[in-house]
């Protein structure tokens, strides 16, 4: 097994977040906790109340886990300050942007987090254009008065049952993707962190998502290779939070707590997410399971 260790997060130092006042949040369905609902009613029951997952997602379980921050809510919803959509990919992000500052002024005592870019690959977006589209915005949001942004990586989408299912050369090529817009992610958020007054860097939570993958057991998990709920029958496993996916691309709840708690770590923290190099993740006690099955 892999040890997951927290990235180290340049934020000047480990932050303390009670210096932020509120989190906002730019992205996808994986963030989305309202707004495509808001828009359209999807996605429908038995997705949960507007998430694209069969619970509360990791933005909902990050102010808990923060022990600070007031509910983080869609905006679409009741004029919260998360703006992902469901089907956002990098190229939605600037539009995202220009709502939240039509409806807010972007101040440096905000933390700001951008996770998007998984849907880029089934789009025909280049990771080179993934990048910049994620760039532009990070320069968008720091002319606006953003100081502390925070870019999640792109979860390895050649792991889920919906990729795998289209066969090895679409596979094959979801990995080169995720990996070449990585790389390159990291490399541009570091040039910008070290020639404009932003605090920015990378919060690595692919590492975390390919270790869900390869040791599921040591967080709970049965079956990393289904989906828990069929969206073309409507058919919902018995035990949904045994399984990783929840539709073949998104994960479970269970799985969005332990991102949610990952990316808090990652943030204020520089030592190991684990006890020691054979404790896994989900073994330190403070991390307790979100209900059950």
């Not at 906790?33 to 990791?58: I, K, L, M, S």
């Not at 720091?142 to 942004?149: F, M, P, Y």
């Not at 999640?152 to 596979?171: E, K, M, Y």
């Not at 939070?241 to 332990?258: I, K, R, S, V």
Request: aromatic share 12%; hydrophobic share 45%; net charge negative.
């Amino acid at each position: 097994m892999i040890s997951l260790l927290c990235p180290k997060i340049s934020l000047g130092q480990p932050q303390n977040l009670d210096r932020f006042r509120q989190v906002v949040i730019f992205g996808d369905s994986l963030s989305d906790n309202g707004n495509t609902f808001a828009q359209n009613g999807t996605p429908p029951p038995p997705y949960f109340e507007g998430r694209w997952t069969n619970g509360y997602n990791w933005v909902d379980y990050f102010p808990g886990v923060a022990h600070h921050f007031a509910p983080i809510t869609a905006f679409l919803k009741n004029g919260g300050t998360n703006f992902a959509t469901g089907d956002a990919t990098s190229a939605s992000l600037s539009t995202q942007i220009k709502t939240f500052l039509a409806n807010f002024t972007a101040s440096p005592d905000s933390l700001y987090i951008i996770w998007i870019g998984a849907n880029d690959f089934a789009a025909g977006i280049s990771p080179a254009a993934t990048v910049q589209n994620i760039y532009d915005g990070i320069m968008q949001l720091l002319t606006a008065g953003a100081r502390d942004i925070m870019i999640l990586n792109i979860p390895d989408i050649s792991l889920t049952p919906v990729v795998i299912a289209r066969g090895g050369p679409t596979v094959l090529a979801a990995k080169q993707f995720v990996n070449a817009a990585n790389n390159l992610l990291t490399v541009e958020v570091h040039l910008a962190a070290s020639i404009y007054p932003v605090n920015a860097d990378i919060v690595d939570v692919n590492s975390l998502f390919v270790e869900l993958v390869t040791d599921p057991t040591a967080f709970g998990f049965k079956n990393v290779v289904q989906a828990a709920f069929d969206p073309n029958t409507g058919t919902v496993v018995p035990y949904p939070n045994d399984f990783l996916f929840w539709d073949g691309f998104h994960p479970t709840t269970n799985a969005h707590f332990f991102a949610a708690e990952f990316i808090y770590r990652s943030i204020v923290s520089e030592i190991p997410l684990s006890e020691g190099p054979d404790t896994p993740l989900a073994k330190i006690e403070s991390w307790l399971p979100v209900g059950l099955n």
